[in-house]
Structures are given as C-alpha cells and as structure tokens.
C-alpha cells in the first residue's frame, strides 16, 4: 500500500502541499501503532504455545493432533488387524511439546567428553577382542551364531573400535553391573536392537553364577535376571515404536504395515518403569509405504504415508511421551541411530556385484557412506532429537558401523524359512547383510553405551 500512496502524493504535490504535514502525521501514527501491535503479537506467542499451533493451523493444511491420550482406540491392532478402507494421507501432524529451554543444551556426547567417540577407525587386536566366545554364550542367537553355521573366518569378532583422540573405557562386566545393580535396563525395538540386547546378555552373564541367573520365554517382553544384583536387562519387541500390527515378535511378516501413529501407550505401559531405556527404530520403515489408523477413526478407516513420513508421526508420539515423562536425573534414555545395510558390493569396490557375503575386512576408507544409511532419517531423527533437549542422549553407530561390511551373517546363519535350489546355488541371492554377528559389531555399541552411563 505504501508505494501507490508515495506516486499519489507525489503527482499532487503542487495542488495539496498544504495538506503534507497531516498526511505525515498521520503515516507516523499508523506506523507506530503497527510495530505495538507485531511486538504484541510476539509476546503472546512466546508466552503461548498453543497460539503458535492455532496460527499453524489457520496458515496450512495441517491438522495438529495430540498423541498418547488415555481413551484413544477401542481396538487394539494386532496381527488379524486390516484396513476396510484407505485414503490418500491427510496431512495430520504429531503436535507434541519439546522442551524448548533445553534444546540448546542437548547433551552432547563428543562435547561433554571434549571427544567425538564415534569417529575413528577399526584396528585389528586379537589379543583382547572378542569380549566373550560365541559358544560360551547360552543365550546365543542362532541368527547371529555365525560361526556354529559354519563361518569358518573369525577375524570380524577381533575388530576393536578406536576413536581419534581418545579411548573408550575398557569393558568391564562386574562394574556394569554395578551400574545396574537394582535397575531395569531395558531395551526397545527391532530385530537390530534384539541383537545388541543378546551381546549385552552375552557381555553380562559370565560372571553371574548359573544357579543366580535366569530367563524368560521369548515374548513381547523378555527379561533376563541377575539374582544377586537385584538387576534386570530386557528386551521389548516394538519395531515401529509405536502401536502397530506387527507387535508379536514371531508372527510378524505381514503383506502390510498398519500403525496407530498417535499413541505408544501399548508399549509404553510396559517401559515406563525401566530405569535405563534404549530405543532404536528405522529397518521397518524402508519397506515401502504405511498404513496409518488414527486412534479416533473408525470402522477400520486408514492412510497412506511413505515410510520416512510414518516414522516421523510415529518419532512425535515417542517424543511426546518422552517430553512429559523422563526426569533425567531418575531415568537415562538413549537413542541408537540406524544400522546400515550392505547390499550393494559397487559401493565400496567400483565395478563389482554382490553384497556382503565373503566379505572378511573392514571397509577402510573414511567417510564411506553407502546406500543402506538414509542421511533423511537422520537429519529427521537429530531434529526430533534435539527438542528434547538433556532428557536423550544419542548414540550415533551408523557411521562406525558403516565400514563393517564384514560384520553381517551372509549366509551363516539358520534360516527359519526352506531355502531353494536356486538360493543354495547363489549364496549372495539369500546372505543377510542386515543383522550382525557374535561377537562383532553390537558389542561395540553395548561398549558406547556403557562408555556413557
């Protein structure tokens, strides 16, 4: 409006000079009353969160909903669970409260250690590595046995990883549990965060006696015991996080993913009381698009999201719950960031086909970054993060564990489904290049994590 007001003055200036002054005044008045009412403006935002989301709302197509409330959704999803109907995503948002105060403040591991322990190299030390043998373990997965199914090449269990300019602290089993001695420690996840519990199990029970130790069945919830500790170290089956129909940890492998996005309730009822909480999440989302069934819809209505979009609703769920819950001085959560994939041998050898199966040592160039780690993900999780201020600590394996190509099962392994003749006379068509074996990679992470407790 201003320019056209100048021309106007400026084309009459001859005929109504006498009337500038009034125009003047009048202009100043109007500016001044602007800037009172944007400095207004700016207050009552700071002061009101909610004016924010109520101006988001008015501004875009977005639709803010509030997770986790107690009286969401009748039915609980499970593996019987399906979608009558699906729709195009909607836009709906997570709408969760970070705390603002702390986010400058995120405990930053490398800082607080004046050490970035996650960058480094692998140096080959089979003097002190591995930190258990495979057979000594009988809570050994055969999943991750690699050398009962017959890998015959050990030197992936003698990697050590070492930071540039400083040293983690040396593992020691009784003082770990000294840490835990009358705690839970549990961790939250997939398959991926499965394993580093087991190399936890593994790295822990040596030195408890066979007649003070024990475990559960395999369940959603398995729970291994160290009597004279008072001390637990579990695992929660919950790939997505959140609620989903893919919650049973055997009967998984559905044709579709259908989350609750806006609630974790399901399985936070079962970790909230944990002491030590370790999450992880990423796998389950790269395998094509989600079906989202909102708490408040019904007869069986869903959407439809990318995965990197699904697990950003689902992160605004678990973040809610982790804003308005942890007290950091009572309860330690961390964050394990993704663990990469090695499907794709070209990428670290030009010109080359296959995956990870023959592979026996390290990627050694520095910065390697293949396809298999999602540099979105990651960007959205340190996002997500970082509003949460010191009440999670990351951990970040994905690059450390990047140059690992040597470190997955391949094919040594067992395999719950029949292989068939066409896979037997291919070995690269059936290697798993997802998990790791043990000993190997995740006790490093278990190493990282009790570097920092």
């Not at 989350?259 to 936070?268: A, E, G, N, T, Y």
């Not at 910065?367 to 999670?392: E, I, N, Q, Y």
């Amino acid at each position: 409006m201003a320019l056209p007001l100048t021309v106007s003055i400026s084309n009459k200036w001859s005929r109504k000079k006498r009337h500038f002054p009034l125009l003047a005044v009048f202009f100043l008045v109007l500016l001044a009353c602007s800037f009172i009412y944007i400095e207004f403006s700016i207050q009552q935002i700071h002061q009101s969160p909610d004016h924010v989301l109520h101006s988001q709302r008015q501004t875009s197509s977005f639709t803010y909903v509030k997770p986790n409330l107690p009286k969401g959704a009748s039915d609980v999803l499970d593996g019987s669970s399906s979608c009558n109907s699906t729709r195009n995503y909607s836009g709906k948002k997570i709408r969760w409260v970070g705390t603002d105060a702390e986010s400058n403040q995120r405990r930053s591991i490398s800082q607080e250690n004046s050490c970035d322990v996650f960058s480094g190299k692998w140096v080959f030390d089979n003097q002190s590595y591995p930190l258990y043998k495979e057979s000594d373990c009988p809570y050994m997965s055969d999943q991750l046995a690699c050398h009962k199914h017959g890998r015959s090449d050990l030197q992936y269990q003698h990697w050590r990883w070492q930071p540039h300019n400083c040293n983690l602290k040396r593992w020691d089993a009784t003082e770990m549990w000294e840490k835990l001695r009358g705690k839970r420690l549990m961790f939250v996840g997939d398959s991926l965060n499965r394993g580093q519990w087991i190399s936890m199990v593994c790295l822990l029970q040596s030195v408890i006696p066979a007649n003070k130790r024990s475990m559960t069945p395999n369940a959603q919830l398995t729970i291994f015991r160290a009597e004279e500790y008072n001390a637990t170290v579990e695992f929660l089956w919950a790939p997505l996080l959140v609620e989903s129909n893919s919650d049973d940890p055997v009967n998984h492998r559905l044709s579709e993913r259908i989350i609750r996005p806006d609630s974790v309730l399901k399985h936070s009822a079962q970790w909230e009381h944990a002491d030590i909480l370790v999450f992880n999440s990423y796998l389950w989302w790269r395998q094509g698009p989600v079906k989202l069934q909102w708490s408040g819809e019904e007869n069986g209505a869903c959407e439809e999201l990318d995965g990197l979009g699904a697990m950003e609703l689902a992160m605004g769920a678990w973040a809610d719950w982790v804003a308005s819950k942890v007290i950091p001085l009572k309860k330690h959560v961390f964050f394990v960031t993704m663990s990469p994939t090695h499907f794709w041998k070209g990428e670290w050898e030009a010109g080359s086909k296959g995956n990870c199966y023959n592979e026996t040592r390290p990627i050694d160039r520095e910065g390697h970054w293949g396809s298999g780690s999602d540099l979105a993900t990651m960007r959205m999780v340190d996002k997500m993060v970082s509003g949460l201020g010191s009440k999670v600590t990351v951990i970040n394996i994905t690059q450390l564990s990047e140059y690992r190509k040597d470190g997955h099962p391949s094919i040594y392994r067992k395999f719950w489904e029949t292989l068939s003749p066409q896979q037997l006379g291919n070995p690269a068509s059936y290697s798993d290049c997802i998990h790791w074996c043990l000993p190997g990679v995740p006790d490093v992470w278990n190493e990282l994590l009790f570097h920092f407790l």
